[in-house]
């Protein structure tokens, strides 16, 4: 015959729910001998104490001293569930906690780090941090939140930003800066061009797919459902967008597209680009941007793209040849002796672009005479701030636009309408 298990020592204690339980499945074996009246007698149903000590895995003392139901029905206590608090809260209240007094040691330490462009992890900056400061207590994981809070992230590392505090940068971004406010001063109206490309397939990488559906589906499964929306295939026929922004919006007539041979996403548009083409749209673009201005005086902003920047006559630099630095100079009436060497003509080429206010004084683009011609300003963004043209934002919303409509099997035309 079965034997009850022995006295459960070293486990431990019940909680209220396994308590219920057993209770409840002690009512439901006591029910049974009940129901099954004298049948039930010499069998192990007539000893719903030891059947409940078997089916719950307890000793026979722990079921007498839990005892039976004190009504028909007890339910089983819910337990308390965990509370689960977001990232965001626990960084603020790990924040809280330690910013006073660790929030600039721990800053510093990590930046002298990046200064050495050191290779920096949780667990050597916080070993680190320990052996420096014996009352540096953090655990690992409230390292981590305490990191995030004081704004650090793990992502790519984006050493660009140092271009930016480069001085001659500094100078040409203040002096942007400058002259757009003196323009807008002045009342006058700014036009923001720029170029983009399209092409043809043109959709979303992303979406959202079935993951029960496996890669080699039945044919019936196809048939109920799909394998989710195609790839994206990020190549094909491209086309070059130009077009023009005021404060008011697209200038009418200025958006001009440039088909273009087939080419991958990854490829930059500018081999597709050359100053003829944008030098010919400037030329019928302006006077449309002039009714815009209504009077105005007109001021077109535009980057530093090699089309943009076509010199009608460019100044000889180191490599150029001795011929071509006699010449430039004799073209600019600077009088040149016939047994003079190349390193003379190249200080006596120093000292003349000096004089006229160094090389950007000098240089002549053809983009500024085609604007002098209709009494038009060119406005340079500064080096590597595209993001100071506001087209580019109206290139992301269109390009959104095409991403969120456009089919894997879309032609270019289809794109373009």
């Given at each position: ?56 895995g307890v000793s026979l003392a722990t079921v007498g001293r839990i005892g039976r139901l004190e009504a028909g029905y007890e339910p089983i206590p819910r337990r308390r569930s965990r509370t689960r608090f977001s990232k965001k809260y626990i960084k603020e209240q790990i924040l809280r906690k330690y910013g006073e007094e660790w929030g600039d040691i721990v800053r510093h330490f990590i930046h002298s ?131 023009a922004i005021t404060d008011e919006g697209v200038v009418p007539g200025c958006t001009k597209v440039i088909i273009s041979g087939r080419a991958s996403i990854e490829e930059d548009y500018h081999r597709d680009m050359n100053h003829s083409m944008f030098e010919e749209w400037l030329r019928d673009s302006i006077p449309k941007m002039q009714h815009v201005a209504a009077g105005r005086p007109l001021a ?118």
């Amino acid at each position: 015959m079965l034997s009850a298990p022995l006295n459960s020592v070293g486990y431990p204690p019940l909680d209220e729910q396994a308590k219920v339980v057993i209770r409840r499945v002690r009512a439901f074996f006591e029910e049974l001998r009940k129901q099954l009246g004298r049948e039930c007698h010499d069998t192990i149903f007539d000893a719903p104490v030891q059947l409940t000590s078997l089916a719950c895995g307890v000793s026979l003392a722990t079921v007498g001293r839990i005892g039976r139901l004190e009504a028909g029905y007890e339910p089983i206590p819910r337990r308390r569930s965990r509370t689960r608090f977001s990232k965001k809260y626990i960084k603020e209240q790990i924040l809280r906690k330690y910013g006073e007094e660790w929030g600039d040691i721990v800053r510093h330490f990590i930046h002298s780090k990046l200064k050495q462009e050191l290779d920096v992890t949780t667990s050597d900056a916080r070993r680190e941090l320990s052996d420096a400061y014996p009352s540096f207590k953090m655990s690992h994981s409230t390292f981590y939140y305490f990191l995030k809070g004081l704004g650090f992230s793990y992502k790519i590392n984006r050493g660009q930003r140092f271009i930016f505090e480069r001085a001659d940068l500094t100078m040409k971004r203040a002096a942007y800066l400058s002259t757009i406010a003196q323009a807008r001063t002045l009342g006058s109206c700014l036009v923001f061009i720029d170029e983009t490309w399209v092409f043809s397939s043109m959709t979303k990488k992303r979406g959202w797919n079935d993951t029960t559906i496996p890669r080699f589906a039945s044919a019936s499964m196809m048939e109920e459902y799909s394998c989710g929306k195609s790839a994206a295939k990020n190549k094909g026929r491209r086309a070059i967008v130009i077009g023009a922004i005021t404060d008011e919006g697209v200038v009418p007539g200025c958006t001009k597209v440039i088909i273009s041979g087939r080419a991958s996403i990854e490829e930059d548009y500018h081999r597709d680009m050359n100053h003829s083409m944008f030098e010919e749209w400037l030329r019928d673009s302006i006077p449309k941007m002039q009714h815009v201005a209504a009077g105005r005086p007109l001021a077109v902003v535009m980057d530093n793209a090699p089309y943009h920047s076509r010199q009608l006559e460019k100044i000889p630099t180191k490599s150029s040849t001795k011929a071509a630095i006699e010449d430039y100079l004799r073209s600019k009436g600077v009088e040149v002796a016939q047994n003079s060497s190349k390193a003379d003509l190249l200080e006596e080429l120093q000292s003349f672009v000096t004089s006229r206010g160094g090389v950007d004084a000098l240089r002549n683009y053809a983009v500024e005479n085609i604007c002098a011609e209709f009494g038009v300003a060119v406005i340079r963004l500064p080096p590597f701030h595209c993001f100071f043209n506001p087209i580019e934002m109206c290139w992301s919303q269109m390009k959104g636009h095409l991403n969120r409509l456009g089919k894997p099997g879309d032609s270019l035309e289809t794109v373009l309408i």
